[in-house]
């Protein structure tokens, strides 16, 4: 640290008798203390302070439509339902689910695994796709929007995905799950309510699997 | 022979750039610092990939705890008369009787989480107070009492021609029933647009959302 310097005494000559010279005083100032009270303030903002600005996820609901038929409906193979259970466990399947006695199509997974199967999902439904003239309206309808990518989009317009939380699933599996959509460029997606028979099917698999 | 005299030197080291960066530092944080608004509970935002900024005037939010009670406030630092708009629209409609004094305190309550049958207790309460009094939580799961639809519903009226942000404050522990109670408030309000409230995460690499990224954000 600075040091205090009470120097100048040794060069005080006295240069003959009776003459007095006045002692010089050093200007340093010791810079100790004013530190200590720097690096305390520096330490007290590092910790009060809030770098982490909070961000959003915009999340659009649609209107509850009481009648059935004003309902949008959705082919059948480009659906995938998911469903969130408990303990951050992930079910889904593919179009409507089937369940008889030799097994049914409804799958379990994690959301480390979920990523894959969107991903599978959605380009097996892009494959499929065949080009007709709504698709050039869309495809028109982006690009007049500026939309970089206008060629593909209308590539995925069959692929829909269902989000269904139950009872169990926490709000950060909903946020994450939301996420996924956005990470993997899911245009159209829903979150509808669970059906029973799902949640039944949740609860027998967890009962095997030993979930709790 | 002389003995070799090594020259003393001094372990005094100049200080004056140290405490000049020190300094520099000091009054960065000085002022990048922005303290956190009082918050009635501790809430663990879950991470999402958007990097949309939230917005934090014109905005209701609302707030879900890790063990699902639900907060109402809102944010309106320019205009503080929507409170008083506010209390007043709620007071009438639940006819909860209450003084005007009570419903001048709303102006400093952060935020609500009682019941309307507690209304009346939390704001005959100070600041101080109110901050440790234990509330049970806006009831909003039965269907047939959200009261959450009239807090809603006061802050559409009070805001009424000007755009109202909504936001929802999760803590990542929190029940999605509680979540879906708070939407179908919402959606009863006719308001389909909401702002969720998260910590910023990464892209993951290689992901279509991070193709498309370095394609178009060049």
């Known amino acids: ?212 | 022979m002389p003995s070799v005299k090594l020259p003393r030197k001094s372990t005094d080291t100049d200080m004056t750039p140290f405490v000049d960066v020190a300094f520099l530092i000091l009054s960065f944080f000085m002022l990048a610092t922005k303290f956190k608004p009082p918050e009635p509970v501790e809430i663990t935002t879950p991470g999402s990939v958007n990097s949309q900024k939230l917005p934090e005037n014109n905005a209701v939010m609302i707030i879900v705890d890790s063990s699902n009670r639900v907060f109402f406030s809102v944010l309106s630092e320019k205009d503080k008369s929507k409170f008083d708009a506010i209390i007043q629209d709620v007071n009438s409609s639940q006819s909860l009787g209450l003084s005007n004094a009570e419903m001048a305190n709303y102006r400093q309550t952060f935020a609500v989480g009682v019941p309307f049958g507690n209304l009346k207790q939390l704001l005959g309460l100070d600041t101080k107070s109110q901050e440790v009094l234990k509330v049970p939580g806006i009831p909003v799961l039965d269907s047939a009492n959200n009261q959450l639809f009239w807090w809603v519903a006061a802050a559409k009226k009070a805001f009424a021609g000007e755009k109202l942000n909504y936001l929802i404050k999760g803590d990542a522990k929190s029940k999605y029933p509680t979540f879906e109670a708070v939407i179908s408030a919402l959606k009863r309000n006719d308001e389909f647009k909401y702002n969720l409230v998260t910590a910023l995460d990464d892209v993951p690499n290689n992901s279509e959302l991070d193709l498309y990224n370095r394609k178009n954000l060049k």
């Not at chain 1, 600005?53 to 649609?62: G, R, V, Y």
């Not at chain 1, 709504?134 to 970089?148: F, L, S, V």
């Not at chain 1, 799950?177 to 899911?186: A, G, Y």
Request: charge should be neutral; glycine fraction near 6%; include cysteine.
């Open chain 1, 1 to 212: 640290m600075s040091s205090i310097d009470t120097g100048g005494g040794d060069s005080v000559h006295k240069k003959g008798p009776g003459v007095k010279k006045a002692k010089k005083l050093s200007t340093r100032v010791d810079m100790t203390p004013m530190v200590d009270l720097g690096f305390l303030l520096i330490t007290f903002f590092i910790f009060t302070t809030t770098m982490t600005t909070p961000t959003t996820l915009d999340l659009n609901m649609p209107k509850d439509i009481k009648d059935p038929k004003d309902q949008t409906e959705a082919k059948e193979s480009g659906v995938l339902s998911i469903m969130l259970g408990k303990a951050d466990q992930v079910y889904y399947y593919e179009g409507k689910l089937v369940v008889d006695a030799t097994g049914n199509n409804f799958k379990s997974t994690t959301f480390k695994g979920i990523r894959d199967v969107i991903i599978k999902k959605k380009k097996e439904v892009m494959s499929r796709h065949v080009h007709d003239e709504t698709c050039a309206k869309t495809q028109e309808r982006a690009k007049a929007k500026g939309d970089p990518d206008w060629e593909k989009a209308c590539d995925d317009r069959d692929f829909i995905v269902i989000i269904k939380p139950a009872a169990d699933a926490t709000y950060k599996n909903t946020v994450d799950i939301l996420d996924e959509m956005t990470i993997n460029q899911v245009r159209t997606y829903a979150m509808v309510k669970i059906l029973p028979d799902e949640v039944a099917l949740i609860k027998k698999t967890e009962e095997t699997a030993g979930i709790k």
